[in-house]
T-cell receptor, first 110, second 115 residues
């Protein structure tokens, strides 16, 4: 069974702070890693993906991957109330399908 | 990013009727399309994976005779919920693969309510 684990939250951070979202996965054969954001009642939208160990930055978002520890994280700098949503971690092996975690609910308070 | 559309965005139907949901990749060719279902406050559940021109692969526990998937072209996949019942009421979301880095891009979803 390929597991993707996320803390369900809610994670509450004040506006302007850094939000740190974490995800662990069980399949060592996993090759690509994705973060999606899902607002209530909406479908997921891709934030970013990462394939290699280390950090990948895109605007206020930084994805971090550590394959040895089977750990991927998403940092959101200068958090805004509009960032309040559920963040889904997804992992893919060499196949087609994504394996999703249950998501972490983030609340950014003004 | 790549754009995936879904139609209709919401549908209400009577129990026993069939409902067809269309999923289109608008600016890329989706070699693989995925269908998910999401119940309130729950995570996405993959229902099936389809490749253009071949039969869909269904996840365990998903009735292939109830959820008919057709992937007729590289830009269109359809999901037909046959003889829908109230327990089929859910948020159905498709996604297309084959984009940059094999990323999946999601459609906006279809909310199905079966009375």
């Amino acid at each position: 069974q390929k597991e993707v684990e996320q803390n369900s939250g809610p994670l509450s951070v004040p506006e302007g702070a850094i939000a740190s979202l974490n995800c662990t996965y069980s399949d060592r054969g996993s090759q690509s890693f994705f973060w999606y954001r899902q607002y209530s009642g909406k479908s997921p939208e891709l934030i970013m993906f990462i394939y290699s160990n280390g950090d990948k930055e895109d605007g206020r978002f930084t994805a971090q991957l550590n394959k040895a520890s089977q750990y991927v994280s998403l940092l959101i700098r200068d958090s805004q109330p509009s960032d309040s949503a559920t963040y889904l971690c997804a992992v893919k092996d060499s196949g087609y399908a994504l394996n999703f975690g249950k998501g972490t609910s983030l609340l950014v308070t003004p | 990013g790549a754009v995936v559309s879904q139609h209709p965005s919401w549908v209400i139907c009577k129990s026993g009727t069939s409902v067809k949901i269309e999923c289109r990749s608008l600016d890329f060719q989706a070699t693989t399309m995925f269908w998910y279902r999401q119940f309130p406050k729950q995570s996405l559940m993959l229902m099936a994976t389809s490749n253009e021109g071949s039969k869909a692969t269904y996840e365990q526990g998903v009735e292939k005779d109830k959820f008919l998937i057709n992937h007729a072209s590289l830009t269109l996949s359809t999901l037909t919920v046959t003889s829908a019942h109230p327990e089929d009421s859910s948020f159905y979301i498709c996604s297309g693969g084959g984009g940059v880095g094999d990323t999946q891009y999601f459609g906006p979803g279809t909310r199905l309510t079966v009375l």
